[in-house]
C-alpha cells in the first residue's frame, strides 16, 4: 500500500468533503471569468485586425497576379531549402501546426530520397518547434516581422533579400492560404535561387524582348518578382493568423462560459446544501430542547 | 531598391539575342489573347489595385532603354521600369497618366500585358513646389556627400524629382 502525495496546493482543507468546497468553487468562477474576459478581448481584437488585413490581401493578390507563373521550378543538384511562414506569437489556433506539420513531411521525404535540404524559418514558432529535430539543417530566420499591421511592401523585400542570399537550389514556400473566415489551405510554392534563375532564365524567356540593363535585368527582375510574391504570402500568413484566432478564441469564449455556467449551478447547489443543513440542526436542536 | 548592373557576358548572350531578333522579323501579328478590341491590361501596386484587368487600347511605359508603347499583339516583354510616366490609353480620348517609382513591365506570350511597380500616383496629383523643392534638395546632397552610397541615394532622389518635374510639364500641356 502506498500513499499518494498531495502538493500543497491542493491539500483538502480539515472537515471538508470529498468534492470542491465553495471557497475554492467560488475561487475558480472568478479565475474562469477572467480567461473568458481575456479571450473575449483578444477575439474582438483579432477581429478587428482581421478586417484590416483581409483588404490589404486583396490588394496584394491583385498585385501579386500580374506577374504571376513567371518564376519557374530550376533544374539543379543542389540543396532544397524549406521556408515554413508561421507566427511569432501563439494562441491562435493551428495555422503553425499545419504549416510545421508539412514543412516536416517534406523535410523526412527529402532525406528518405537521400536529397540535401536546409531550413529557413519565418517566425517563431517554426523556429522553436522544428528546432527539435531540425536544428543542424537551419541556416537562418526571421523574427518580429510585420509588428500587428499587415507587412509593407519594403517589410517583404527585405525578407526576399535575406532569402535571395542564401546558397540554394530551389526553395520551398510553405504557407497558409486564407479562403475564408474558417477555412484555410496549407500549400507550398517553389521557387528557384538568384543565381539559377539567371542562369536558366535566358533559356526559358527566350520568346521575350529584354528591356532593361545589359546583363543585370534578370537579376533585378528576380529581385523585385521576389519581393511582390513575398509580399503576397506573408499578408496572406498573417490573414490566416488573424482569422484563426479569432476562432481559437471564439471557441475558448463559448468554452470558458459554459463552464462558468455549470461551476455556478455546483456552487449554488453546495450554498443551498449548506443553508438546508444549518437548518435542519437549528430545527432538530430547537425541537430537542423543548421536550 | 538598388538595382545591379553586372558587367556583359558575351557569347551565348549574344546568339540567343540574335534567335530573338530573328524571331520578331518571323513573328506575325496578333497572338493567342489578343482581341480585336484591344489589350487586356493590368496595373497595380502593393498599396493600390489601380487596375485590376481591363481593355485598353494603349499603354506608354517609361523603360530604362527608352519609352515604348504596347498594343494589342505586342511581342512579349520583360521590362524593367525606370522612375517615370506609365499611360493608359483606354480610348483615343480617355487617357490617364501615373507616374511610377519603378517596376516592370510584361507583355507575355498570350498577349496580356502588366505594369507592376512599387509606388504610382496620378500625375495630377504630384505637388510642383514640393518637386523643386526636392530637386534643389537632392541636388545639394549629391555635393555635400561623404560616401558612395549616400551620393548614390541623393542620385537616385534628384532622377526621382527630375522625371516628376518632367512628367508634370508634359501632362499640363
Keep these: 500500500m502506498y500513499t499518494s502525495r498531495i502538493t500543497k496546493a491542493c491539500r483538502k482543507p480539515f472537515g471538508s468533503r470529498g468534492f470542491a468546497s465553495e471557497k475554492e468553487l467560488r475561487n475558480r468562477l472568478s479565475t474562469i471569468k477572467n480567461i473568458s474576459k481575456v479571450t473575449k478581448a483578444m477575439n474582438m481584437v483579432a477581429a478587428a ?42 494562441l491562435c489556433g493551428g495555422v503553425n501546426t499545419a504549416v510545421n506539420r508539412e514543412a516536416k513531411t517534406q523535410m523526412m521525404q527529402l532525406e528518405n530520397k537521400g536529397e540535401e535540404f536546409m531550413l529557413f524559418t519565418y517566425g517563431g514558432k517554426s523556429k522553436g518547434n522544428l528546432r527539435r529535430n531540425f536544428e ?62 539567371e542562369s536558366q532564365a535566358e533559356e526559358k524567356f527566350m520568346a521575350y524582348e529584354e528591356e532593361g540593363d545589359e546583363g543585370g535585368l534578370f537579376k533585378n527582375f528576380y529581385e523585385f518578382m521576389l519581393g511582390v510574391k513575398l ?8 490573414t490566416c493568423e488573424q482569422s ?18 455549470k461551476l455556478l449551478l455546483q456552487a449554488n447547489r453546495l450554498r443551498q446544501a449548506k443553508i438546508t443543513k444549518e437548518l435542519m440542526e437549528i430545527t432538530s436542536g430547537a425541537a430537542a430542547v423543548q421536550q | ?28 501579328e496578333g497572338a493567342a489573347g489578343a482581341t480585336s478590341d484591344g489589350l487586356l491590361f493590368r496595373f497595380n501596386t502593393p498599396s493600390s489595385s489601380i487596375i485590376t484587368e481591363e481593355t485598353v487600347k494603349m499603354v506608354l511605359v517609361p523603360a530604362v532603354s527608352g519609352d515604348f508603347g504596347i498594343l494589342a499583339g505586342h511581342v512579349p516583354v520583360i521590362a524593367q521600369l525606370k522612375p517615370g510616366v506609365v499611360s493608359v490609353h483606354k ?12 517596376g516592370f513591365a510584361v507583355v507575355r506570350e498570350d498577349a496580356t500585358a ?47 524629382h527630375q522625371a516628376m518635374e518632367y512628367a508634370i510639364s508634359l501632362t499640363s500641356n
Design chain 2, 91 to 102: 480610348t483615343d480620348s480617355d487617357v490617364k497618366h501615373y507616374f511610377v517609382s519603378g
Design chain 1, 231 to 238: 509580399y503576397y504570402v506573408i499578408n496572406n500568413a498573417q
Design chain 1, 244 to 261: 484563426s484566432r479569432m476562432t481559437a478564441m471564439d471557441n475558448s469564449s463559448s468554452n470558458a462560459d459554459e463552464m462558468y455556467d
Design chain 2, 114 to 160: 502588366s505594369v507592376t511597380a512599387a509606388e504610382a500616383v496620378e500625375v495630377s496629383e504630384l505637388d510642383p513646389a514640393a518637386v523643386k523643392a526636392g530637386i534643389t534638395t537632392y541636388t545639394n546632397e549629391i555635393a555635400s556627400a561623404k560616401t558612395d552610397e549616400e551620393k548614390t541615394n541623393a542620385e537616385i532622389g534628384l532622377e526621382v
Design chain 1, 49 to 90: 485586425k482581421l478586417r484590416k488585413h483581409q483588404d490589404a490581401l486583396a490588394i496584394a493578390k491583385t498585385f501579386a497576379a500580374g506577374l504571376d507563373g513567371l518564376f519557374f521550378e530550376a533544374e539543379t543538384e543542389k540543396p532544397t531549402m524549406v521556408i515554413p511562414f508561421s507566427t511569432d506569437k501563439g
Design chain 1, 136 to 197: 543542424r539543417k537551419m541556416v537562418g530566420g526571421i523574427l518580429d516581422c510585420g509588428g500587428g499591421n499587415p507587412v509593407t511592401f519594403a517589410e517583404a523585400s527585405e525578407v526576399a533579400e535575406a532569402i535571395a542570399a542564401q546558397d540554394f537550389g530551389n526553395a520551398n514556400l510553405i504557407f497558409n492560404d486564407f479562403i475564408n473566415l474558417i477555412t484555410y489551405d496549407t500549400v507550398t510554392v517553389t521557387i528557384p535561387s538568384s543565381e539559377l534563375f
Design chain 2, 1 to 28: 531598391f538598388n538595382f545591379a548592373v553586372l558587367p556583359k557576358r558575351k557569347g551565348v548572350r549574344s546568339m540567343f539575342r540574335a534567335t530573338r531578333i530573328l524571331r520578331r522579323a518571323l513573328r506575325a
